[in-house]
């Protein structure tokens, strides 16, 4: 095979899905799956309504309610009127046009990029679509998935396809062997503070090396989900026998006969031997620890050991001095010791059973810091049904955490989960920027472990200390 026939993962999935091409124009790209939910949805719905349109395929769209829900007393009426609007809309428009969904107070109901590969529905080599950034999430089962603007979202509904333009690949190897406390979401905030928030923008990413390869699917999500924060189209893994071995049995997942089709299919997926790439990155596990951001993009961050820079990778004085004005911070401090108020283990990026089971394995026996809030959101029902199963809940709450119930959450401030001005949260989410999680409040990112490890000590701590 000549260099020329090399393909990569990314280029495989994407010819295999091409409708139709024609010169200095996108390509037509068929969509596999699409997801959505109740922020991005209405308004593509009314546009079927006004095109008396029908969603074209609703067996490959699937709802779900969790961007606006309170994660307190679910059985009752959403106190907040707007959201209690956009969960009622969702559901109306659903029913109405024969989509399949998850809403509140369903068994399987939680957040979109949770319960896709929960219950089987993201698979390798599919192409999927979703109103929100975060899509990049499902890359990690070996599949093309982005975030996607609302007019494409009714495309998508419409026609099953998009115009998209190709974007250009990007390798990111990570080999070697992760240090003491190190997880896959130090490994991801590591990158982007190397390669900066800018750094993957134009390309889709593909992750490789045995660093990569030595993680469980769930912490695979982790590096996809943040893909969206190097200004990356999209983040992917190629699937393996950790993959296959986590989708086996579930749900929507072929069956039988059906299966090893499917196997076999997926196992032709990986990149070409010798498959050229764009651009291409090497680092070493070694050199990643503990990670935290000190600023207001994902990029501003650390190794708990180091000290706040003069400016971020890419960023200017002026975005630097910008941020740490907001943050209450100053170049050159340290960030370990700094006193904290809030504690928020959830989000698509981090609200798994793993990292819930690492949480609870962590604090077994302890007790959070008498002026910290913890709040545990787990990301979808099946999520929290396991938790209670294994105990998890009762180690929660004797450490004085509170375990509420799923969806979005404090991530982002569009439910009743918000950090109150000036006050500072250490949270697993993806996202730091300047009024995210609550207008004036002030946001470090951490992995499940560093912020177990602040909800202790009610201050930044190096978690390696406490292992």
Not at 161 to 178: F, S, Y
Not at 179 to 199: F, N
Request: a negative charge; charged letters at 25%.
């Amino acid at each position: 095979m000549n260099s020329n026939q090399l393909k990569t993962l990314f280029d495989k999935i994407w010819e295999a899905h091409v409708v139709q091409r024609k010169e200095d124009f996108p390509d037509l790209l068929y969509i596999d799956k699409q997801f959505i939910h109740e922020v991005t949805s209405p308004q593509a719905f009314d546009g079927l309504r006004k095109r008396d349109l029908p969603v074209f395929r609703t067996s490959q769209t699937i709802g779900t309610a969790d961007h606006n829900v309170p994660t307190l007393n679910q059985h009752l009426p959403i106190k907040d009127m707007l959201s209690r609007f956009q969960v009622e809309t969702l559901e109306k428009n659903c029913n109405e046009f024969g989509v399949e969904l998850y809403s509140l107070g369903h068994q399987k109901q939680g957040i979109v990029h949770v319960i896709g590969p929960e219950l089987g529905f993201t698979q390798p080599g599919m192409t999927i679509v979703c109103g929100d950034s975060h899509t990049s999430t499902h890359g990690a089962f070996g599949a093309i998935a982005f975030g996607i603007g609302t007019s494409q979202v009714e495309q998508a509904m419409a026609t099953q396809c998009l115009l998209q333009n190709k974007p250009k690949t990007m390798r990111i190897e990570v080999n070697g062997e992760l240090g003491k406390g190190v997880l896959s979401k130090d490994i991801i905030l590591y990158i982007i503070s190397q390669i900066s928030t800018s750094g993957g923008t134009g390309y889709f990413v593909e992750y490789a090396g045995s660093a990569i390869r030595s993680l469980s699917m769930e912490a695979r999500m982790t590096i996809c989900n943040m893909s969206i924060e190097m200004g990356a189209r999209g983040g992917m893994i190629a699937p393996d026998e950790t993959t296959f071995e986590y989708m086996k049995g579930r749900l929507h997942v072929p069956k039988g006969e059906k299966w090893k089709e499917a196997v076999d299919y997926w196992k032709s997926l990986p990149t070409d031997e010798g498959a050229k790439y764009d651009k291409e990155y090497v680092f070493d596990a070694a050199d990643i620890e503990p990670m935290i951001t000190y600023g207001t993009n994902p990029g501003m961050g650390i190794g708990i050991s180091e000290n706040i820079p003069e400016k971020a990778v890419g960023g200017s004085v002026n975005e630097m001095s910008k941020a740490l004005n907001y943050m209450g911070l100053q170049q050159r401090q340290a960030l370990k010791g700094k006193k904290i108020d809030y504690v928020f283990i959830g989000s698509c990026t981090n609200s798994r059973i793993e990292d819930l089971r690492l949480v609870a394995e962590f604090v077994k026996g302890k007790r959070k810091a008498n002026d910290v809030n913890v709040w545990i959101v787990p990301g979808s029902k099946q999520v929290e049904t396991q938790a209670k199963k294994e105990g998890l809940d009762e180690v929660f709450q004797a450490a004085g955490f509170e375990l509420r119930q799923p969806g979005c959450s404090a991530c982002l401030g569009m439910n009743e989960d918000k950090i109150p001005t000036g006050k500072y949260c250490v949270s697993t989410s993806n996202r730091n920027f300047e009024g995210r999680q609550g207008p004036g409040s002030r946001t470090f990112l951490v992995s499940p472990l560093m912020a177990a490890a602040a909800a202790v000590t009610g201050e930044i701590t190096d978690v390696r200390e406490m292992l």
